[in-house]
């Protein structure tokens, strides 16, 4: 069993930039893939980055955010994180970390989800 907790988000400018923390509760954090979805009002959740388990050497990262956004872990501090630059308002979305024992961009196969945490960016 894995808890996820999410934090980080908040109100911030276009251009600017946030970085999220999922922090993990659990034994074993580093056996766990870990990707960030989000999901804005009216739309579906969309992967946006994915990182394996382990030490991390496979990361993934949407297109609409390549360039952009960073995922990266830290085992020790059981914590994933998603660096995110050059915001723009259509990144405006509920952001969700998820695990699970493969990582990848399909939303159902992860088990464990956090409760998400808001991000906005204004134009």
């Known amino acids: 069993q894995v808890q996820l907790v999410e934090s980080g988000g908040g109100l911030v400018e276009a251009g600017g930039s946030l970085r999220l923390s999922c922090t993990a509760s659990?034994?074993?954090?580093?056996?766990?893939?870990m990707g960030w979805f989000r999901q804005a009002p009216g739309k579906e959740r969309e992967f946006i980055a994915g990182?394996?388990?382990?030490?991390?050497?496979?990361?993934f990262h949407a297109d609409s955010v390549k360039g952009r956004f960073t995922i990266s872990r830290d085992n020790a501090k059981n914590t994933v994180y998603l660096q995110m630059n050059s915001l723009k308002p259509e990144d405006t979305a509920v952001y969700y970390c998820?695990?699970?024992?493969?990582?990848?961009?399909?939303?159902?196969?992860?088990?464990?989800w956090g409760q998400g945490t808001q991000v906005t960016v204004s134009s």
């Open positions: 998820a695990a699970d024992r493969v990582v990848t961009t399909t939303d159902f196969t992860y088990r464990y």
């Open positions: 659990g034994r074993a954090f580093s056996s766990y893939g």
């Open positions: 990182i394996s388990s382990w030490n991390g050497s496979s990361t």
